[in-house]
């Protein structure tokens, strides 16, 4: 990792995808490292869900932005990168949650065969009862998250849910602003404790009425929330690093 | 109040982190009336590395040794899983041949990550002669990965499309060998330890974790099926050509401590059988599916999971299109059977705990990451 051996302020290769205007950022990055992700993450992303036209414009797009040439901005494609070639998922099951759900779920999709559905936050925990109670879907895989600082709703909660009768694995998704806090699906599947608070611990994305909503990998008093995007891998909480451990950085 | 001073209190006991049969870094507060444990709360993170983070800073090939040093007990599981999540991003699989080595070294790994359970899961019982036995086969599953691959613990054994290399000369005599001599070997292992009278006393009813318990915690692999779910991924959603190969799913009927051990010393027989199906049948052709030197699976996510030798190791992998991973989250099989820790515990006694952990067969460097 001869990445990491650098000194704080030397231009990072690795992270190109961090936004060039960081607030508080000592460390602008490099105009070398700015690449396509980057430039294209500065126009506003394409409506919600990569429905309609996308994504059949989107394969097109591609083969040529790759033709383009390496290393180059990529200006024929520039929403590329934030849309997925998604295609709606029709079944039993997708019928019964939108009659019971109705406008509460907004997109259901299937990519790469593996089907998933997008719900408005205050739905979760409600769907995945329903999903547990009606629909067998019994076993709560993980939740996590993904962060995508350029949208409106930066965060983007992920349910994972499996049916053993059915032998179905399915995804649901929530998108929140920054300081939503969503409902806590530990009443529904207490696997959801220790999952919630790893993204809480990581995202700084608090659940409402969890029960020990507290860090569980890092010390209770470090300061950042490391997957989120704005967070450098060479700017991790330094101060706790060097108060608790005696040493100059945790790198 | 002198009537009072025989009065027993609750009595907080720490447990780990340095703490030989918590298997790493665990610290479990053990919260104690007498011999009884009340409730127990696990301390976890000392071995925190930040995986998921450095995945977003690295490529995706660069990525896959990482995940070799999560479940180091189990290194080839966790590239299997990495590789087969990105080539599903991509749309590519590996060649036919491929997915046979792949099913032979991952089923070797089974078999290794097994028996080090099994060795210090005695060993925490105080049985010490099994742990000597396991290490001197595992050893052999060792120089297999070895020879076929220059490492013996992280291997980085897969390459996103197939393999990096071809078998080596002597490969398949030397997995049939082992398979030979394994199944004698584990009838040695149950001679020791399966009709043993202190073994059966020290597991039978100890932290039982009924079917219903272990779904509402998640918790997946032999730790599920010692409940009598006959749930395998391998049987359930067959991967890498799992489908192809005849074997049973080894099921047991109490959750508790003793069939745990059953249930992994069966699987470890089912191994051979897969071993020797696959070994008999390695398909002639490439090893490497057409990849790019440079990977970028178009913008999408997937989630693939594969059967692990702890459980349901998940990879769910977000790309935007370009070279890094968008986000890699890793679903540990370990972290969340530990949930159940708790559940277990009340109301076992403190010796009981050293067992209910072992049985657990965690890996701190995959509950942490």
């Keep these: 990792m001869p990445d990491d051996t650098k000194p704080e302020g030397a231009p990072a290769p690795e992270s190109p995808r961090e936004p060039a205007a960081t607030p508080g950022a000592e460390q602008p990055a490099p105009a070398a490292a700015k690449t396509a992700p980057e430039a294209a993450s500065a126009a506003p992303p394409p409506g919600k869900p990569a429905a309609g036209p996308a994504p059949q414009a989107q394969p097109a797009a591609k083969p ?18 934030a849309a997925m070639a998604s295609t709606p998922w029709e079944s039993e099951l997708t019928q019964a949650l939108k009659e019971e759900f109705g406008d509460q779920i907004l997109e259901f999709s299937s990519y790469v065969g ?13 769907i995945l009862e329903s999903l547990k109670e009606i629909h067998d879907f019994d076993y709560l895989v993980d939740v996590t998250a993904v962060h995508w600082p350029d949208k409106p709703e930066p965060f983007e909660i992920v349910y994972i849910v499996y049916s053993f009768a059915r032998n179905e694995r399915i995804r649901l998704k929530i998108r929140i ?9 530990v009443p529904v599947h207490l696997t959801a404790n220790w999952l919630e608070r790893e993204v809480y611990d990581m995202f700084g994305v608090e659940f409402e009425g969890h029960p020990d909503m507290r860090r569980i990998l890092l010390p209770e008093e470090w300061e950042t929330f490391p997957l989120r995007k704005e967070n450098s891998i060479l700017k991790m909480d330094q101060h706790w690093v060097q108060e608790n451990l005696g040493i100059e950085s945790g790198q | 109040m002198a009537d009072t001073f025989l009065d027993s209190t609750e009595l907080v006991l720490n447990m780990g982190p340095q703490h030989p049969s918590t298997h790493g870094v665990l610290r479990v507060i053990l919260k104690l009336d007498g011999e009884r444990v009340l409730s127990t709360e696990c301390v976890i993170g000392y071995l ?4 998921e983070k450095i995945a977003e800073n690295r490529t995706w090939q660069m990525f ?13 599981s966790n590239g299997l899983g990495y590789c087969l999540a990105v080539e599903k991003l991509l749309g590519v699989e590996a060649p036919p041949r491929a997915q046979a080595v792949r099913v032979i070294l991952t089923e070797l790994n089974r078999m290794a990550s097994h028996l080090l359970w099994l060795g210090t899961h005695a060993l925490d019982i105080g ?8 290490m001197r086969e595992r050893e ?32 398949e005599k030397e997995c049939l060998d082992f398979c030979d001599l394994f199944e004698k070997k584990i009838d040695e292992y149950e001679e020791l330890l ?30 599920l099926r010692a409940a009598g779910v006959k749930w395998d991924i391998r049987k359930a959603q067959p991967y890498s050509g799992y489908e192809k190969y005849d074997f049973e799913i080894p099921t047991r009927e109490n959750g508790d401590t003793y069939d745990r051990y059953m249930v992994r010393m069966q699987e470890m027989r089912q191994s051979v059988r897969i071993v020797r199906q696959a070994v008999a049948d390695i398909p002639a052709g490439p090893v490497m599916a057409k990849v790019g030197k440079v990977i970028k699976p178009p913008a999408g996510e997937a989630y693939v999971s594969i059967e692990a030798p702890k459980g349901e190791l998940g990879y769910y992998v977000v790309s935007d299109g370009s070279t890094q991973p968008y986000r890699v989250r890793i679903r540990p099989p370990s972290f969340v059977n530990l949930q159940a820790l708790d559940k277990m515990c009340r109301g076992a006694l403190v010796a009981d705990v050293v067992a209910i952990i072992g049985t657990t067969d965690i890996v701190l460097g995959e509950v942490d990451r």
Excluded: S
């Excluded at chain 2, 049985?127 to 396991?134: D, G, N, Q, S």
């Excluded at chain 2, 009709?195 to 730790?223: F, H, S």
């Design chain 1, 64 to 81: 040529a932005a790759a033709a383009a040439g390496a290393g180059a901005a990529k200006p024929a494609a520039p929403k590329a990168p």
């Design chain 1, 114 to 126: 593996q089907n998933f559905l997008v719900a408005k936050p205050e739905a979760a925990v409600p």
């Design chain 1, 177 to 185: 602003p920054e300081g939503y806090k969503p409902r806590t699906a």
């Design chain 2, 48 to 51: 925190h590395r930040g995986v």
């Design chain 2, 64 to 76: 896959a040794p990482y995940v070799d040093r999560m479940d180091y007990v189990a290194a080839v």
């Design chain 2, 127 to 134: 049985a010490i002669t099994p742990l000597f036995y396991c």
């Design chain 2, 140 to 171: 052999l599953i060792l120089n297999i990965y070895e020879k076929y691959c220059g490492a013996r613990l992280t291997t980085h054994a897969f390459r996103i499309g197939g393999l990096q290399y071809e078998t080596y000369e002597g490969f």
């Design chain 2, 194 to 223: 399966t009709g043993n009278r202190i073994w059966q006393q020290r597991l039978t009813g100890v932290g039982i974790l009924t079917a219903a318990d272990c779904k509402e915690y998640g918790v997946t692999g032999p730790m």
